[in-house]
C-alpha cells in the first residue's frame, strides 16, 4: 500500500503537474486512493470529477467554437474526456507513481493500467473542486488538457459513425451499407432494438443494439468502421 | 412565432421563477427559443446547461450524502435531472408560456411537450452560466430543485434494478430470477450481450442487451420490474 511518492512529496508534484497546490492535502490523498487500498478510496471523488471535468470542458469547447452546433460539441467532449485521453494524460503528468493501492493492484501493475489512471485522474479534479472550487478545477482543466483542447481531432473524424462509414465507403464509390433491424425486445417504451450493419462488397458485417433504432444502427456502424481496412479509415 | 409572455415581461417571470435576472436578456430570449423557431436557437446552450446541471447536482448530492457511494449518488442524480422530472419543474416554472416556437409547433401544442420543456430548461441553465457564472447556476438550480432535493425516493428506489428484483421476489418468498445469456455478437472489446431474465413463478419474461453481460442483466431486470403486478414493486 506505498506509493512510489510519499504523502510528503505530494505537494511537489501537484504543483509541477496540475499547477494546483491543495489546501487540504488529506483529499487529494483520498483521491489517490484505489479502492482496493482501503474504506477511505476515491469512487466519491471520480463520481464529483466526472461531472465537473464534462462541465469544464463543454464550456470550453462552447466558447471555443461559436459555431460548432451540440452533436459537434458532445463528439468533441466525448473525445477530450474518453478513458483513452484521460488514462493518457494521467500518465504523461505521473500519476501512477503517486496511487495508493492494495497489494494485489499493486502486484498486477494496477499504477499502469488505464481506467484506474484516468479513474484516479477524474478523483482529483472532484477533490480539487472540493478545496477550492469551480474555478480552480476550470484553470487546472485548461492546464492539464493543455494543447489538445486547441488540436482537437478533425471535424470529420468526429462525425456520428453511420456518416463516417457513409463517407468513407463513397469515397471509394463502394455501395452504402445495408443496415437491418433484426430484433425488438421489450414493451413500448422499453424496447430494446437490434440492427445489423452489411457491407457486402467487403465482405463485413457487425451488429448493434440500442434502445432505440437509430442508436442501434450507430452502434452496428461503429463496429463496422472498426473491422474496415486501414486505407479506407482514413478518408 | 409570438410566445403568450413578451420580451418585456421575462425579466420579471425569471426573478419570480428561478429567482434571477439575467445581465444579458439577449441570452435568456436564446434559451427560449426553440429550433423551429429561428436559426438562433436554444441547442448549444441545451448542451452547456445539460453539463453544469449535472455538475451542481453531483456536488449538492456529494455533500448532502457523505455515506452515500458513487452507484447510489449516481442513481440519486439520474433521478433528479432526468427528462420527465425536468419537464415538470419546467411546467410547474410556467416555462411553457416563455417558449418561442415556429408556427407548425406551436399549433401542435409544442408548450407543453416534455422533450421541449426539460431542453428548454436546461438551455436556461446554460444561459445563466455564461450571463453569471458557476454560483449563480447552482444558486437557481437550488431554488428549482427546491425539496425534490430533501425528497429523494427512498433508497430502495434507487438501488440497481436487479437487487430490487430480487428483493421484491424473496420479500414473497418466491424463487429468484433466472439469468440466461441468449446471445453475444461482435469481436473482443466490441461485444454486445443479450440476457433474458424469467421468473416462472410469474410466468414473466424479459430481454436486455448491453456492452457487458451485467449491464444486460440489469436492462433485462428493469424491464422485468416493469411488468410486475402492482403490490409486488413495492415491497
Known sequence: MIPQR?????????????GYVFVSPALCEMAL??????????????FLGDAVLNCTVARLLYEAHPKADEGALSRQRASLVSGETLAQIAADLGLGDCLRLGGGELKSGGFRRAS?????????????????????????????LGTRLSELPPASELKDPKTRLQEALQGRAMALPLY????????????????????PSLKLKSVGAGVTRRRAEQEAAERLLAQLPADLQKI
Do not use: M
Open 180 to 199: 437491418e433491424l433484426t430484433g425488438v425486445a421489450g414493451e413500448a417504451h422499453e424496447q430494446s432494438f437490434t440492427v445489423s450493419c452489411d457491407v
Open 6 to 18: 510519499t504523502s510528503g512529496e505530494l505537494p511537489a508534484w501537484t504543483a509541477r503537474a496540475l
Open 116 to 144: 484506474i489512471l484516468a479513474d484516479a485522474l477524474e478523483a482529483v479534479l472532484g477533490a480539487i473542486f472540493l478545496d477550492s472550487g469551480y474555478a480552480a478545477v476550470n484553470a487546472v482543466v485548461r492546464h492539464i
Open 33 to 46: 486512493t484505489h479502492r482496493s487500498a482501503g474504506s477511505c478510496h476515491n469512487e466519491r471523488l471520480e
